[in-house]
């Protein structure tokens, strides 16, 4: 339906413009239909996709939850008293995931952290530590999880700002790809 000779519309008249109105929507009106119909497909298609990840997802914190209850996975503070490698003792804590019994991956330290971290204190002292070697050291001379005022482990929800405070025997240790 387009017309031959493009209308100039200064000098069209108000009949003319509304007949070139009709045209343009008639001409549109096919085009909204296959748009409708391919946005519906679309949606579907990303629903099918969040319906697969979201299982994925469950099923991954199952075999966390599982693994947990079978005590196959160590607790921070057992990584911290123990004197064989749970983890690799040279293991940085950016190298390892870390786990609520609940099978939810937590990260170490604030939300808005670079790499994880643990913060440990002698009483007089605070250090961030960012290694399994680190913790067991300063744990063999005494240090405690997280600071004077704040006692235990901070952590956080990863892709969120919140954040919590957890003893070290709640903080379940995995490694990435093996858990």
Known sequence: ???????????????????????IMAEMTPLEESLGR????????VSEQKKRERSLHLKARMQVRTTVAQGQMP????VAESSNDLVPPEASLASLR??????????????TGREPTVWMTNGSSTAAVKTVAEIRSR?????????????????????????????????????????
């Open 1 to 23: 339906m387009a017309m031959a000779e493009p209308l100039n519309l200064g000098q069209a008249s108000d009949d003319e413009l509304a007949r070139r109105v009709r045209e």
């Open 38 to 45: 391919l946005r519906a497909q679309i949606q579907q298609v």
């Open 75 to 78: 607790t921070l503070q057992q």
């Open 98 to 111: 870390f786990f609520r019994d609940s099978g939810t991956e937590i990260g170490l330290g604030y939300a």
């Open 139 to 179: 744990f063999l001379e005494g240090w405690d999880f997280g600071t004077a005022a704040h006692p235990g482990v901070r952590i956080h929800i990863p892709n969120s700002r919140t954040e919590k405070i957890l003893q070290p025997s709640e903080v379940f240790v995995g490694l990435k790809g093996g858990d």
